[in-house]
């Protein structure tokens, strides 16, 4: 204990993908206080208004404390022995009919032990997290363009820019510690151009230089806008394109994520129709606006960072977009110096970690590895001490497929009988609600089951309901939006019989074994999870009072680890995360030992593994040339547009005081004091043409299900005319009723910034 009689510990904030770093102070087995770390480079002592809350998380008044079964519609205290048994048993008698749903906000222990799980003891590959609703698309824009996931900068860019683009991102009340990173740098007398483009005015609009309103789907049109007006003004990069990049369009008859390569004098023939005036009817930005983007990117004195997250990536047009933002920065040389970056962000604490790195996507393996490739699943059973052939080839389903799968009756193909939902809320989360959960509920062959820390609107629904230990309540490690994998050790106890998931997975694995369940063994006959103490014998970790005898995360982090060095996202060993806030991959041994991160990917000057002699390499190019992909893709228009029956847009998202479903935050009180409820946002002159006035409640109705909501005129985010806004963070009003699944070709990722509605007086 510290003088203050606290026990203080370092961990990453629960949250967003920001990262930043708490101190957590401990008091009689309670978390009593919570402090920005000063020492953590992420936020330097700052946190935003969830962080500062952040511990009271832990003690809402409805925590789940014992595992829960429902018999003819009421749910019944088990013990954790019958649950266990029970999924054991369903996943025993049809294992290929199971589904795992996981999360970005699985720790990477329980993400990988999961991932090991499936795909390696069961053969099978329904394996799937909610980040593909979040950032599947960055992940396949930027495999598009550079071979290999992941941004190439850091937050440092953010200190070291000019100017700041955000596409259709609102970091001001998403992920506001890091946006602080640029107000500040004003307060402090620097000159930041902050350039805002949405189709919404937001908070960080009210920061903004300049706000570019576009049209749903206008950011693929500006894009190529602005690679059109650089070319045509012969005012690129010549010399980087030359020495780094090629082109590539996307033949349209069969897309794929590779495309074909074109010579730049063709690139210059499709792009050269997207004249200043053709964007501006596409994206309703003005000409010359985009003129004004084309000839910030040709002036190479100032240094450009574009941001993105959710606008960008929920979207039918999502790998498009992303790729073609890349492009834009490499055809105009914004790359690879400090300040100069095109970079995503994640809304979930580890949806880089645990599902882009450990590759908890159905078609993925660990380390940037694909079940698709025969030498990826070979090298993938080696490293598990696995029989040949234990990994499936064919990818399972995504999120999307899985749940239309689980949601339709076994009679009618629907082959997901039983599914695991570990650590996300599907049935608040989900677009279309009523077709991909609600569904559910008339099905009596589908068993659901959901570990959560509190009831949820997908508890509901669920068959058998799992207590899950949240947070410092249990080890952990995460990997945030610039490439940090963070450390924290279990600090308090979790209540009544709340367990860790990891543990619910290694505990299911071990009842399979012991049923005889050949995938469990590995090579040697041993159990596939088994952990040995110093004379070798095993630690009967799947029982929850010896899982603590040992640390199990560090077990599995150092055996995930061996993956890590396939793709250069190189880990330190685990001890080496003990001791620091956080370390940015690839991690490489210096010759004294010491473990160096990398801030700058692909860049000389910090990325050990460029070539020597080279400026820049992309060594993961997907035209193993060491280049980067520029890519052109046509614009296509949205999948479902307003209409005289349903004339209005409908944009959905997110607002500062709530995280994702609220299921956290909705349960601190002042949070949800300064948040209550959720509203639609409405322009004024919408609501006067409709004779709707402030506060009434209206109905929002889809061609998919309604949601009644009370009217916030202009709001907090003043959409224009034509569009309203929704955030989902309240389980009493499902926007989801009302959006829509399709999905872009290549991430599967929804879109749930644009669909078609009318607004109705009640
Ligand atoms: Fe937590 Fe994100 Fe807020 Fe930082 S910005 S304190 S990570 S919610």
Redesign the pocket.
Known sequence: PNADGLTWNKAP?R??G???HVQVGVEDGRVVAVAGDKAADV?KGL??V??YHVGGILYGNDRLTQPLLRNNGKLTAITWDEAIETIAQRIFDSPSTFAFYGSGQWTIPEGYAAQKFMKGGLGNNHIDPNARLCMASAVTGFLATYGVDEPAGCYQDLDECDVLITWGNNPAEM????FSRVTDRRSRGETVRIIDIGTRRTRTTDAASDYLEMKPHGDVAIALGIMHLLIENDNYDKSFVEKHCNFRGAEASEPTLQGEQISEDDFRKRISKYTPELVEELSGVPADKIRMLADLFGNHDIRITSLWCMGMNQHTMGTAINSMVHGVHLLSGHFGRPGDAPTSLTGQPSACGTVREVGTLAHALPGGRVVAKPEHRQQSEAFWNMNPNSINAVPGYHTVKMFEQFTKPTADGGDITTMFVQVTNPGQTLPNLNALFNDKKDLDDKFLIVSDVYPTATTELADLILPAALWVEKNGVYGNSERRTQQWFKMVDPPGQARDDCWMTIAIAHKLFELGYEGMKDKDGDFIFAVKDDEGEEIPIWEFEHYYATNVDKHLFEEYRQFTTMKHKNLAPYDEYVKARGLRWPVVEQEDGSWRETRFRFSAFDDPFVKEGQEFDFYHSSSEDGRAQIWFHEYAPPPEMPDDEYPMWLCTGRVLEH?HTGTMTRRLAPLNRAMPTAYVEMHLEDAKAANIRQGEIVTIESRRGTCELPVWIDGRGRPPRGTVFVPFFDETKLINNCTLEAHDPFSKQPDYKKCAVRVKKL
């Not at 992920?175 to 890091?178: E, F, G, N, R, Y």
Request: aromatic content about 12%; overall charge positive.
């Open positions: 904030c949250f967003c920001t990262g930043c936020n946190l935003c969830k962080g992920h506001p510690v890091l995280w």
